[in-house]
């Protein structure tokens, strides 16, 4: 007969787990019996699946193939630090194919400079690459929106470029048809051969550009660029890191912001916005910090009194919350802010911290009663080693003789900000006169760039990790030679996963972790499986300046990068 269960079958596993304290106490040998078919069930389940494993996927045949070759394969010991020097090789000759690229651009750039001369009436359409293949409301081309042939590229992500022309970006805030935009874009024209020549030697080259010291932007393939929904482009060239790392030395700032009571208003919002493009231009090799003034002395960050900062991405972002908070009132004590940032970059200069290398004083005001000779002459003069760089908020100039003869006395520059406007070009002046040095000396230095996201690549497996190698580009006539006249920067972007390409990946472990250093602190990382996938991480190590145990920081972080490979290692 058939005996009605006791419990319903959705409910069993509940009720021996109810029962469990029963069983031991009252039935111990029928739950030993029931544990011993469990094991029963689980062996003979098990039995069964591995084989038809067997039978079907064939392993049986493969190990016995692998058992024919077995007298001919050997296990060879691999020499950790011959791998490391061959990885250094293969990167020095990828690293040495990029600069040589941009080296050419180089070259190229500053004899058809030589051979130009500036024609202030210049007619030239160019392909400008907001406007091209833009029409009009009765269907003819837009005046520099000429047809441009764009084609799908895969090795671009598919994106629609023309690998045989560049086109050329100018900020919104510039004029297209201004003649120093017309003549620089005209003899840059000749750098579209050496793009396509680049090319065709180094397939594996993505962006090739010319950051103008103008601020047009030539970018090889050609592609069109779309403003954002204010129908607005804010990109500027000489803001990106690799055209700042090119164009000057790594150097120290000091930002000295008036904040008097005559300050209030549209002047301090001008200021504000004066400083926050200043902390654009710098990048991470550079140190800076922010001192705003009236009767005292008021560091914008507070816990970083009397120091310099690295100014990366963090730091600035960080400084930036704080420069709202400044507010106008009282009267500019301009000699206590002079004294405190001499005697910090002295300090810094004699300890060996910092940049090691220029130093600047960036001074933000609305006027200066005095022109303060007796403080220049106690910390600056005569060698000059630090610059002085005024700019003058306002339309006013009762006081501009003043602020011009600080800057020239100490080798500086002078400008005037009258409206927010005014901002972006007048503090790309200081660039120019800190890449001076670099120019009349001709030293063309390689510069890389550390790794950062691009979007403009972006695939499947998300955001591309890239880095850039970038060279100064300097004026050659004579006329202008001594001047310094620094005339842009060229530069190629370099995915990390081609650095990546350079590791003999059939001759590491099943999982292996790889990483390298700058002499910024910046860690290049990534985990790479035979079997799977490359994981690449990029990131910085902050400067922390009561913290001194960096190796045992370090060790810690050694640690961190092992068990998160030994956790994919597990997944796997």
Not at 272 to 283: E, F, H, N, R
């Amino acid at each position: 007969t058939t005996r009605k269960p006791l419990f319903p079958p959705a409910r069993a596993a509940t009720v021996c787990v109810a029962c469990y304290d029963m069983c031991i106490t009252f039935l111990p040998v029928s739950f030993f019996f029931f544990l011993h078919s469990v094991k029963l069930w689980a062996s003979a389940f098990g039995g069964e699946i591995k084989s038809i494993a067997a039978k079907y996927s064939g392993s049986q045949l493969l190990q016995k193939k692998y058992k024919e070759y077995e007298k001919d394969v050997a296990i060879e010991e691999i020499d950790g630090l011959q791998l490391v020097k061959k990885l250094a090789k293969n990167m020095e000759e990828m690293f040495h194919k990029k600069s040589e690229a941009v080296r050419r651009l180089v070259e190229a750039a500053e004899d058809a400079y030589l051979k130009h001369e500036f024609d202030a009436d210049l007619q030239y359409e160019y392909f400008n690459a907001v406007l091209i293949n833009e029409r009009d409301e009765e269907g003819n081309y837009l005046e520099l929106g000429k047809e441009f042939i764009l084609v799908p590229n895969d090795h671009f992500n598919n994106l629609p470029v023309n690998i045989s022309l560049s086109d050329v970006q100018v900020p919104t805030n510039m004029y297209n048809k201004d003649p120093a935009i017309v003549n620089g874009v005209y003899w840059s024209e000749s750098l579209n051969k050496v793009f396509v020549d680049n090319f065709d030697r180094d397939p594996s080259l993505i962006w090739q550009y010319f950051g103008s010291a103008k601020g047009f932007f030539r970018q090889y393939p050609g592609i069109k660029w779309e403003p954002d929904e204010n129908g607005v482009i804010a990109f500027d060239c000489r803001n990106r890191k690799w055209y700042i790392q090119a164009a000057t030395s790594p150097k120290d700032v000091v930002i000295l912001v008036d904040v008097s009571g005559s300050m209030k208003g549209l002047r301090l919002t001008i200021a504000k916005q004066t400083v926050s493009s200043i902390l654009d231009t710098l990048g991470d090799d550079d140190f800076f910090n922010i001192i705003a003034y009236n009767e005292e002395l008021h560091y914008v960050e507070p816990c970083l009194n009397g120091t310099l900062v690295q100014a990366d991405r963090a730091n600035k972002e960080h400084f930036r919350e704080h420069l709202d908070k400044l507010f106008a009132k009282g009267i500019g004590m301009l000699d206590i802010a002079l004294n405190e940032a001499f005697n910090m970059l002295n300090e810094f200069n004699h300890t060996g911290q910092g940049s090691i290398c220029s130093q600047a004083i960036m001074l933000i005001t609305d006027g200066a009663v005095d022109t303060y000779d007796t403080i220049f002459a106690k910390y600056n003069w005569p060698d000059r080693k630090v610059r002085i760089f005024t700019y003058l908020i306002g339309r006013e100039a009762a006081f501009a003789d003043n602020l011009k003869w600080m800057a020239c006395a100490n080798k500086g520059f002078f400008t005037q900000i009258s409206t927010l406007a005014d901002v972006q070009e007048n503090v790309m002046e200081y660039l120019h006169v800190l890449s001076r040095p670099k120019v009349i000396d001709q030293e063309h230095d390689v510069v890389w760039t550390e790794a950062y996201v691009d979007s403009t690549l972006a695939d499947d497996q998300g955001l591309v990790l890239m880095t850039t190698v970038a060279m100064p580009v300097f004026s050659k006539q004579n006329e202008t030679r001594s001047k310094g006249i620094l005339l842009g920067v060229v530069g190629t972007d370099v995915p990390v996963k081609e650095l990546l390409k350079t590791i003999p990946k059939y001759k590491t472990m099943l999982i292996s972790i790889s990483f390298s250093f700058t002499l910024t602190n910046t860690v290049y990382f990534s985990i790479l499986s035979r079997y799977t996938c490359c994981i690449c991480f990029s990131f910085s190590v902050k400067k922390v300046i009561i913290i001194k145990k960096k190796i045992q920081r370090m060790s810690y972080l050694i640690t961190i990068l092992y068990s998160i490979a030994v956790t994919i290692y597990n997944a796997l």
